[in-house]
């Protein structure tokens, strides 16, 4: 990477490597529900119009919220690997603030607010 100009945006430069070096490109398409327009849809399209010129070793990484998107997308394409986060349940929420906070004081003031908050239990 040290050889690419990437703020310069050298398409040419950044092609040549992705050719020369397949095995050390990650491609990531972080947030794929969040887009304003059927985003998965449209990359996926991208995708497969650029995929008979792309080297097989590229690594891609896709992340959604929306499980049904994945399993939609899975329908179509094969992946080597999917893993789902599924995050902390309440109580283990509650033990790492505890244990990642010094005050405990403190740690139940932000649960009291956390518990207060919509936002935070959706």
Avoid: N
């Amino acid at each position: 990477l040290d050889k690419l100009d990437l703020e310069a945006g050298e398409p040419q430069q950044i092609a040549e490597f992705i050719k020369d070096h397949p095995k050390q490109v990650l491609v990531s398409c972080d947030g794929l529900d969040e887009g304003k327009v059927d985003t998965s849809s449209v990359l996926w399209a991208m995708l497969e119009r650029r995929s008979a010129t792309l080297p097989a070793e590229i690594r891609l990484l896709v992340t959604s919220r929306p499980c049904r998107i994945i399993a939609e997308l899975e329908q179509s394409y094969q992946f080597d690997r999917r893993a789902e986060l599924t995050g902390f349940s309440q109580e283990q929420a509650k033990r790492f603030i505890h244990k990642y906070m010094d005050d405990s004081g403190m740690a139940d003031r932000l649960l009291e607010q956390l518990e207060e908050s919509e936002w935070c239990r959706s």
